[in-house]
């Protein structure tokens, strides 16, 4: 029963290590990837240069028009170069062997996670309250609250098990397309290109027809034309539909009325472009396009609801879902859970009835663990008051329920 | 998990022999060895440089391979990931549960910073967005009592138990009201820590101050105490070794919190690790069977309940349920648990089913028979 089932739980743990795998922009393994193809392009680059320098040299002193002392001018600077792109590499390198430590604390950490063998044990309630920070700090870093997010991070220690980075480049996106600047996320989109083909991304066409939009706004329709033939153009074979509705939009002023060109004109349209460049962004670096909190919570929750957690005689202090105010609330839309089996909860002391610990009945047909009646009996004289009416018994008149 | 780790290593060391061995120098160290022959040969330019070429090609040839190996271990090692971490949880979420209720979550994350004595991140998270939505706010009442209890948790930790017994005495009548022993096991603590200091005659001085008002309650475990005194000098293999458990000062920290909790009415965790705990727990249950949902391509017909039983630690059992015997269905208002004269429970809707129309009803569990007006609705 308390046995943990380590595959399933591992198995959530997809974007926890596959964000450090494939993301092809940033971050661990897939970070580490691509710094490692920069060097060996940097490196290919220089050897194919070297080559051309010493077969012109070649050339040039079979002609016999070099002496030895020009050739190792030329050798001599081939090696300043060599030297230089040295240089430059270091910090390719660093970045490299930075996200091969993060990548391996990572295993490390879900490693740690084997080795726990009951849902009982502190380690587990360990591992929990990481994992519960890492999946806070996911939903602060995806809501802007960088702040907290990395002053979380830093005092639990656990710097390494999130992706704080991610979200500083992706948050000046952000920013410029709240300023209304479409610069800075078109350039990200070039960064990105091969990876947004692959998910089939239009954000750079919407971006496009957005900034052809704010020319006809200002109604410089000379350069919005332009514009279009330059960067519309280009998306004709997939979204000429598009191109010739947003081409629309010289004909009419940006107060008009008219359907489809006064939702064009809409600054609502900026914030679409802001959850485009997210959900995009998400799925390039393997991050769930929603917050790991919202699925666990709601999850979590549905499985501890019950019709009486909304009857406030039923209330329990210790149920998430009994604060009408919290944690409640947010669960009113969530389905309830589901049980074949009954689990008696004394009311007394908060314990289930078992066969360890029997139900057992007062006369008024109220039921309370054993334990519980027992020990207040022996506090008492053999006298037991039941907490919700009231009414005292002596102890020998309590009676067995059998709860099958 | 460990082969990850293990082809993980193999992946470190490749690159930290690609580190140590830098392709670089191998390029500028033939470039330099080129240079010197012809510097002390000038004559042999020609022959020096064709071999310059020559060496050039094979180291590059060297480095190509080893950075491609080191490629093709990373692409293996990431193909293997995307194997083993399956789990797509979007599947699992409600999309618009929690629409318009992003201030509520906020607040409970607050709250919960606050409950977990991290007072500087809670703050800064309220603070954050002040300007733009709905301010974040926890009750200063719940900030102040929690600093309270930090306080004194705190304190329990450096093994000083003033401050939790100042807080214990003073709410004497609410703590016994919910048959706490906190006051008692601080008291029980103190002493024997003057008995490990040796301080016998302190410690008694202590016994005779403070046990007195413990007398009806803690019998017991008071005469065990005072018995506790003549062992002191070799506890740990007396009857007495469970008094000076190594667990003791965590096990009162935890006890303090619980019940400090439940005199200000909140629950001993913080609700946010609770759910999200269970959370993690439900989540691969739920996928497995909304899985096996999609590959039978039915739909889930009672959106207003889970489809599956979770199963729950005892620990996050709060309420009771009774599902009835019989019918299988979970008790209600309108059909609530009826006990029979034997002791066993079933629903109301399955005993009238049961006694059809007789007055007489057989027990389906026992050999009993009792009249079904006898049957009475327990509560639970």
């Not at chain 1, 992706?170 to 290109?193: F, H, I, P």
């Not at chain 2, 008995?195 to 046990?211: S, T, W």
Request: with cysteine; aromatic share 8%; glycine share 2%.
């Amino acid at each position: 029963m308390n046995k943990i089932n380590h595959d399933q739980l591992l198995s959530l743990e997809h974007p926890f290590v596959k964000v450090n795998v494939k993301s092809p922009s940033s971050i661990p393994v897939e970070k580490y990837r691509s710094a490692l193809k920069l060097s060996q392009k940097h490196i290919e680059k220089e050897i194919s240069n070297l080559t051309n320098t010493i077969t012109e040299i070649i050339k040039k002193s079979a002609q016999g028009n070099v002496d030895a002392k020009q050739v190792e001018v030329a050798l001599d600077a081939i090696i300043t170069r060599l030297s230089t792109l040295k240089r430059k590499l270091r910090d390719i390198r660093a970045e490299e062997s930075l996200y091969a430590q993060r990548t391996k604390v990572r295993l490390q950490h879900l490693e740690e996670f084997l080795s726990i063998n009951s849902l009982d044990s502190d380690d587990f309630a360990r591992w929990s309250r990481v994992r519960l920070n890492r999946i806070l700090i996911d939903y602060m870093l995806r809501d802007g609250f960088r702040g907290s997010a990395t002053l979380l991070a830093k005092s639990e220690n656990i710097e390494q098990l999130v992706d704080i980075e991610l979200f500083v480049q992706s948050g000046k996106v952000e920013q410029a397309l709240m300023r209304y600047s479409c610069t800075e996320c078109l350039q990200w989109c070039n960064d990105n290109k091969s990876g947004l083909k692959k998910i089939k991304s239009t954000l750079e066409f919407s971006l496009r027809e957005q900034e052809f939009i704010e020319l006809a706004r200002e109604r410089r329709t000379r350069e919005a034309i332009a514009y279009a033939k330059k960067h519309l153009t280009p998306w004709q074979d997939t979204h000429m539909k598009e191109i010739s509705q947003v081409m629309g939009l010289l004909a009419f002023p940006p107060d008009t009325k008219c359907h489809p060109y006064k939702r064009l004109y809409d600054k609502s349209r900026w914030t679409d472009l802001i959850s485009q460049f997210r959900s995009n962004n998400f799925a390039l670096q393997y991050f769930t396009p929603e917050p790991l909190l919202a699925v666990t919570l709601q999850a979590g929750l549905a499985a501890l609801k019950t019709p009486m957690c909304y009857k406030p005689e039923h209330r329990n202090v210790n149920c998430p879902v009994c604060d009408p105010n919290m944690l409640g609330a947010l669960a009113t839309e969530l389905p309830l859970s589901h049980h074949f089996n009954s689990s008696i909860v004394c009311k007394i002391s908060g314990h289930i009835m078992n066969e360890d610990n029997l139900p057992m009945a007062l006369p008024n047909n109220y039921v309370y663990s054993y334990n519980a009646l027992a020990e207040m009996a022996s506090l008492n004289n053999d006298k037991v008051t039941c907490p919700r009416t009231g009414s005292v018994y002596d102890i020998s008149e309590i009676k067995k329920v059998f709860i099958s | 998990m460990d082969k990850f780790i293990k082809d993980y290593d193999k992946i470190i060391k490749k690159q930290h022999t690609l580190e140590t061995n830098d392709p670089l120098d191998r390029l500028i160290s033939v470039v330099k060895e080129a240079k010197e022959k012809i510097q002390s040969d000038p004559s042999s330019v020609n022959a020096s440089l064709v071999n310059l070429t020559k060496s050039v090609k094979t180291t590059s040839s060297g480095i190509s391979e080893e950075f491609k190996e080191l490629q093709s271990l990373l692409s293996k090692y990431s193909k293997a990931v995307d194997k083993t971490f399956t789990g797509d949880m979007m599947s699992t979420l409600s999309p618009h549960a929690f629409d318009n209720k992003e201030h509520i979550l906020r607040n409970t994350i607050a709250t919960h910073f606050i409950r977990q004595g991290n007072f500087e991140i809670g703050d800064k998270f309220a603070q954050a967005r002040v300007s733009s939505e709905a301010n974040i706010t926890v009750p200063d009442e719940i900030r102040h009592q929690f600093m309270e209890m930090f306080e004194i948790v705190a304190a329990l930790k450096e093994n000083n138990l003033e401050p939790a017994l100042m807080w214990a005495m003073r709410h004497r009548s609410g703590l016994e009201k919910r048959t706490s022993t906190l006051e008692f096991k601080l008291h029980r603590q103190r002493f024997l820590q003057l008995l490990e200091a040796r301080e016998v005659r302190l410690a008694i001085a202590y016994a005779q101050k403070n046990f007195g008002h413990f007398g009806n309650r803690h019998t017991q475990e008071i005469m065990r105490l005072m018995c506790s005194i003549i062992y002191m000098d070799h506890i740990h293999t007396s009857p007495y070794a469970d008094l000076v458990t190594p667990n003791a000062n965590s096990d009162l920290q935890h006890m303090f919190t619980r019940d400090f909790c439940s005199l200000i009415g909140l629950s001993c965790e913080s609700p946010l690790y609770v759910s999200c705990t269970v959370g993690t727990q439900a989540i691969p249950t739920i996928l497995k069977v909304s899985a096996l949902m999609k590959a039978k391509k039915t739909e889930w017909s009672q959106q207003s309940e889970l489809p599956v039983e979770i199963s729950l630690t005892d620990d996050v059992k709060f309420h009771s349920i009774f599902t009835c015997p019989v019918s299988k269905e979970q008790a209600s208002e309108t059909n609530p648990p009826m006990m029979m004269l034997c002791g066993h429970v079933i629903c109301q809707e399955s005993l009238h089913k049961l006694c059809r129309g007789s007055t007489k009803l057989k027990c389906p569990y026992c050999p009993t028979e009792s009249p079904a007006s006898n049957a009475k609705v327990v509560h639970f």
